[in-house]
């Protein structure tokens, strides 16, 4: 009889054995490298959400019930005040950091005074056009005329509305002083026509006279022929001075009707102006709004209580 091994089982060659070791041990190791690079995987994704970059002007956070808020500034810019410190509590609206406004302030300045000019032009305007004796400035203008660059555009617009007026108005009194002096010629015009006319009344009487006696060959023709030429000639002299003083009363209207086209060149020019004050203005008051809200924005204010941290 053969003897069998004391396992019960037929025996592994030593090589087998080894290789079978080999296997597990190599396993082991392949899901141990898994694991680590997982947990290196998951550390490092933590630190990717809890790292917070300190750039001063860019963000802070808040933590608010366990809840964290990233603040930030949309553009950025230089920071001139810091409010808080890490671990400050904070109320809703109140001021983080203060960025410098030197910029945003410059251009809204410039903006606002373009925008008093376009007003105070646009109110000299209708007052143009309306004919009225002053401007009526708004009320969002005048609320401001302390301010040196207001006060100074409400007195360039005055000066130049006064000064069109004034040179509207010298155009006027030239007219009428030529109407005053067309007027004088009239009337003396109007007197040498009526006394023509007396003439030629006086005249035909005499020649009609001449004919009656003339039938009766008491007169000779000399005689009625020179009376007869003095008619002709008094009728010739009152048809010019109808004629002159006819002149004189159209030259008249003529300068009237220059008067009232000042007026109506003004009135027109004023509203051509107008529509383009208008949307300068539209403009101005749309772009003082954006800088307004851009300088406002250069304060990062907390949006929630909470507590600060880097």
């Known amino acids: 009889m053969k003897a069998l091994p004391a396992s019960g089982r037929p025996g592994k060659p030593a090589s087998a054995q080894a290789n079978a070791i080999r296997i597990g041990i190599g396993r082991q190791l392949v899901f141990g490298g898994v694991a680590a690079v997982g947990l290196i995987v998951v550390l490092g994704g933590m630190a990717a959400t809890i790292d917070f970059a300190g750039a001063v002007v860019a963000s802070g956070r808040l933590v608010v019930s366990s809840t964290v808020k990233k603040i930030q500034h949309q553009t950025g810019g230089t920071v001139t005040e810091i409010r808080v410190r890490d671990g400050d509590r904070v109320k809703a609206g109140d001021l983080l950091v203060q960025l410098d406004p030197t910029l945003a302030a410059a251009n809204l300045g410039i903006v606002t005074k373009g925008l008093a000019e376009a007003m105070a032009q646009k109110a000299r305007l209708e007052a143009e056009r309306a004919g009225l004796a002053g401007i009526r400035f708004p009320a969002e203008l005048l609320a401001n005329a302390d301010r040196p660059e207001v006060a100074e555009v409400i007195a360039v617009e ?49 020649v009609e006279g001449l004919r009656s006696l003339k039938a009766k060959d008491l007169v000779s023709n000399d005689r009625m022929s020179d009376a007869e030429r003095r008619v002709a000639q008094l009728d010739g002299q009152l048809g010019q001075l109808i004629a002159a003083a006819a002149q ?63």
């Open 248 to 310: 004189i009363g159209a030259e008249i209207a003529q300068a009237e009707l220059q008067i009232l086209q000042i007026d109506q060149d003004m009135r027109s020019e004023a509203s051509r102006d107008l529509a383009e004050a208008g949307s300068r203005n539209n403009e101005l008051t749309e772009r003082e709004i954006a800088a307004g809200d851009q300088l406002k924005k250069l304060e990062i204010r907390a949006p929630i209580a909470g507590t600060v941290y880097q």
């Open 158 to 206: 005055t000066g130049a509305f006064e000064s069109r007026r004034a040179a509207r108005d010298g155009q006027k009194a030239q007219l009428r002083k030529k109407i005053a002096e067309l007027e004088q010629q009239l009337i003396g015009v109007k007197a040498q026509e009526d006394a023509v006319r007396r003439q030629v009344d006086l005249t035909h009487d005499e």
